[in-house]
């Protein structure tokens, strides 16, 4: 029997759960549906997690685009039918990518699995990067180049820890009732690979602790900056990530396994630490850094 | 003193077509490079590292190419007998500090215009001295106790730290910038 997994129409990374909690009831064999007919807005993280949904399937599941023509469109300009079309069945036709010069997407779907791939994210994006941060965000210099870094080193750890390849995507919103009409910049790297637990599991730098799940090995590696890997500079990445966020009034959240953690600026007012999700395989990561405010 | 233009490492010894130092396995390729040029120093020999035509640097290339020299050159004592950086920006100085401060590290990076600025994890104490040297030259202890209303015997450890940090150099009887000619 095939289940349908109905898209919220509003899908970003908290109510992504709410496609989660319905995959939980079905093993990785089953054969579903994800009816995305009625979503009438998606985010990056919503886009790049529906397709590591699809990784997680031994049984490809069948997929069923935006009704709506310009969400279908804005889908298509951000990438996501080039690789749905790999990893899900889709249903009916999609209209073929347009440029996206002139659009808010900084940076379109783009698939990371080896290192030269975050070169050529790190090429693609750097210079409309820094003209957006600049002009729109009204960031100074130093800023932009700390959100290429983040943007980086969160690609490096699906290469060098997801053990399977991710993807990537990098928009500009304006965030009418958090940010009181300020626009932000949101970078969404999603994977289906190993996850923080797992990872850190395969190496004697793990925490020895009763407490050990997805949630603490996510504080492990986040917050206190471990590795699975022994060499001392390990684990700078993140942590770069997390100061570059902190210091530009940024929000940070990481999902892995059933936990999710966030830093959270005062604009925001998302928990710092979920845990009991329905599961999830590999880490989904989302960077958001406001336009400096005027006051 | 030998010059290492880091951007023709990148591109020609270690053949990888970038600008930019990004990704830890581009950083390890360089640095490996880097470390087989500096080999062939002498001993007392400064050796530049120039980033001039290096874009941008992320956490894991600065920890590969700055860190990871720095910890080796104090292991093993080896050669050359400093390290100098040129073409730094806030491109790279992020990064770079970041990893610097990780590690307990500091490097002198040097500035087109002949200003010269100590990067990374040093003291209060060793930050004063350093900066009255480079800007005089050189100098003697008690000179520089006097100068940095501090006494002689507080000067030394603190002078042989930046030694030992390959941060100053010792010329004759009077300590010294890296980098410079006397």
């Known amino acids: 029997m095939t289940a349908v997994i109905t898209v919220p129409s509003s899908l970003d990374d908290l109510s992504f759960e709410l496609v989660l909690d319905q995959l939980a009831a079905h093993p990785a064999d ?38 709506d023509a310009d969400k279908l469109t804005y889908w298509a300009r951000a990438g996501f039918f080039r690789y749905a079309e790999e990893v899900y069945d889709v249903q009916g036709s999609v209209p073929r990518p347009r440029s996206t010069s002139e659009s808010d997407v900084l940076l379109e779907i783009t698939p990371v699995v080896k290192s030269d791939d975050v070169h050529t994210v790190v090429e693609r994006i750097k210079d ?24 980086s080193e969160a690609c490096q750890n699906i290469v060098e820890h997801a053990g399977r ?93 059933t936990a999710r953690i966030a830093l959270v600026p005062p604009w925001d007012d998302d928990v710092p630490r979920r845990d009991n999700l329905a599961p999830f395989a590999g880490a989904q990561l989302q960077i958001t850094i406001p336009e400096k405010s005027a006051a | 003193m030998r010059h290492i233009d ?3 490492v990148l591109r020609h010894s270690a053949n990888l077509p970038y600008a930019d130092l990004v990704t830890r396995s581009t950083g390890a390729a360089v640095r490996r490079c880097i470390e087989a040029e500096l080999s062939s120093l002498a001993h007392d020999d400064v050796a530049t590292l120039d980033f001039t035509h290096i874009g941008m640097m992320d956490y894991s290339c600065a920890d590969e190419v700055v860190a990871k020299l720095l910890l080796d050159l104090a292991r093993r004592g080896g050669r050359p007998s400093s390290l100098v950086f040129h073409g730094i920006t806030d491109a790279h100085l992020e990064a770079i500090e970041d990893v610097l401060l990780h590690h307990g590290l500091a490097l002198v990076v040097h500035f087109a215009d002949g200003a010269a600025r100590l990067v990374g994890a040093v003291s209060e104490d060793e930050r004063v001295l350093w900066q009255l040297v480079h800007a005089r030259g050189t100098y003697i202890v008690d000179d520089l106790a006097r100068d940095s209303a501090r006494n002689s015997a507080d000067v030394l450890p603190v002078l042989e730290a930046l030694l030992d940090r390959r941060l100053l150099r010792r010329d004759g009887f009077t300590f010294a910038p890296i980098g410079v000619a006397s």
Not at chain 1, 218 to 227: F, H, K, M, Q, W
């Open chain 1, 128 to 151: 409309k990067a820094t003209q957006i941060l600049t002009n729109r965000l009204h960031l100074i210099s130093r800023a932009t180049m700390g959100f290429t870094m983040a943007l």
């Open chain 1, 165 to 257: 390849g991710g993807w990537v995507m990098v928009q500009v919103y304006q965030y009418r009732k958090r940010l009181g009409g300020r626009h932000a910049v949101v970078i969404a790297v999603c994977d289906a690979g190993l996850g923080f637990r797992r990872s850190l599991e395969s190496s004697p730098r793990r925490p020895l602790t009763d407490r050990w799940d997805d949630g603490f090995a996510l504080e492990t590696a986040v917050v206190n900056g471990v590795s699975r890997y022994g060499d001392p500079g390990r684990g700078q990445g993140l942590k770069g990530i997390r100061g570059y966020v902190h210091r530009w009034d940024g929000k940070l959240s990481v999902r892995s396994g």
């Open chain 2, 6 to 8: 880091v951007g023709s």
């Open chain 1, 30 to 67: 089953a054969k579903v549906i994800v009816d995305a007919r009625h979503c009438t807005f998606a985010s990056p993280y919503g886009l790049t997690a529906l397709l590591t949904l699809a990784q997680t399937r031994s049984e490809r599941p069948a997929f069923l685009p935006p009704d």
